[in-house]
């Protein structure tokens, strides 16, 4: 009896160890606490065995058959907050991705501070540094609750590493690196990561979002640029607005820079060593609480040929001094023109002068003076041949009539042109001297004009009284107002050669710009106003020193034509007329 039942037994504990041994897959250990993955050869963290060549992926059906329990992971769902003077980054662990990066130094309408992560408002928009996998793999890892190295980082001039990792019992395993250079670049940041499934590698699209949440204020002016595809290859710029990017969402090849920009903000990977795939698309947004509704913003992910690896993030404002520092080529995302050349020493002069006065508004007035008193010879000599043309009008005018019925082919008005010709010699009168003057001054205006459409320093800067930002509009409308009054004012008193049809056909232009101008930034209706009242000043004192126009009085030709007593006093008289 005893003999049957440890028979039996044996027989149990056998058929227990073959099914053990030949059905039941056996648990990977867990790695001990404080044990970090190793490093590959690339410097990128890996929980699995790395391999040089991208394997497939595997298929759903054999993922979804392993046990799927996570081995390396966080217990609940949790944020990460990183922290510089100047910016404040919030990461998930759900994910390992970026909730928010908010700028300390700038502020939106409302008060808040700017944050360039848009707020979760449409389910198609991903997050930033979220992993593009197909199939299952990309759904588990964005559900996935990766192990952060850190709770929270406090920055400093050192630089600062975070690290995520995750890893299941399926042999899926995932690490995503995000270093911080320190205190001297604030707005950069390097990301690496790597996914192996099964022992194979895995080249994700690193998503980051969609882009920027500057303009989800709802500000719509022709003077804001909405967000756009931006990206730096062989030397140009190329920008495409969101409507485009339907019929053409990917790029490839080596770029200095590509990415997402608004008016004020970009967001770009730059300068990755290898070829690199960028992929847009609009994403549908709402807007933030207390603003309009965004129609789109733009979203784009990076795919880099050797894998996502030491992958170079600028993430700020389009400051000038900063994106230098950063990268020379990034200095191009700010869309400065075609007078760029000329833009950066009048930016440069324009923070100079705010270095010792501390207020944009009287900064740009004295740069505006600055500029008129450079330009006041050129002008002075534009308006002194104009009053010289306007003084000769009259017998230009006689000329022209005599020669009005020919037709324009008709040999005989070249004779109207050489008599027009001689009268300017005789004068002393240059018909081009009125305007070349002008039209060297004119770079000058136009790259102050893009200088104050596009530099961030205005943007959020007082000036006075009731003008509380200007890169804003006035919000009473008082200096548009104001610069059209000076237009006219201005317009009038310049010397003129025009018919009196065209010179009420100009009267028409302060009004057109007064319209245009209502909903510019102050800070650029404020430069225009202050020419003009220069402008005024100068024309003022131009005419004390030539004097009042003189104006000759040329008899009709019919008068000339009249017939006097006896040939000799015909003769004269009609000599005195031509003359």
Known sequence: MEKRVLFAAFLSFLVLFIYQALFVKPVPPKPAPGRQPATSSQGVSRSGPPTTAEAPLPEPSQVGSATQSAVTADVEARDIVVESGVVTAVFSNRGAVLKSWQLKAYRGPDGRVVDLVPPAGAASAPRPFDLDVAGEIGTRLRDALFKPSASSIKLTDAAATLTFDYLDASGLSALKTFVFPGAAHPYEMRFSASVTSGGQSINPLVHLGAGLGDITTGETSQY?????????RDGKVTRLAAGSLVT???????????????????????????????????????????????????????????????????????????????????????????????VVPLLRSLKWIDGYVGNY????????????????????????????MQEIQPEVKAIQDRYAKLKVTDPARQKMNTELMGLYRQRGVNPASGCIPMVLTMPVLFAFYSLLSQAIEIRGAPFVLWIRDLSAPDPWYVTPLLMGGTMVWQQKMTPTTADPLQQRMMMMMPIVFTFMFLWAPSGLVLYWLVSNLWGIGQQQITNRIIGPPTVKIVRPPAERRMKK????????ADGQAGA
């Open 248 to 342: 053409r969402p990917a790029h490839e090849g080596r770029f200095g820079f590509a990415g997402v920009d608004d008016h004020y903000f970009v967001s770009v990977a730059v300068g990755p060593p290898q070829p690199m795939r960028i992929e847009y698309r609009s994403v549908p947004l709402a807007a933030a609480p207390g603003g309009k509704a965004s129609a789109e913003l733009v979203a784009y992910g990076v795919k880099l040929s050797g894998g996502a690896t030491d992958l170079r993030f600028f993430i700020g404002p389009k400051d000038f001094d900063v994106l230098g520092a950063t990268d020379r080529d990034l200095v191009r995302t700010i869309n400065f023109g075609i007078f760029a050349w000329l």
């Open 565 to 572: 007593v006896g040939a000799g006093k015909t003769q004269q």
């Open 361 to 388: 508004g009287w900064s740009i007035i004295i740069l505006t003076i600055l500029i008129n008193a450079v330009m006041f010879p050129l002008r002075h000599k534009s308006v002194v041949s104009m009053r010289k």
């Open 224 to 232: 804001i640029q909405k967000p756009e595809a931006i990206y730096f």
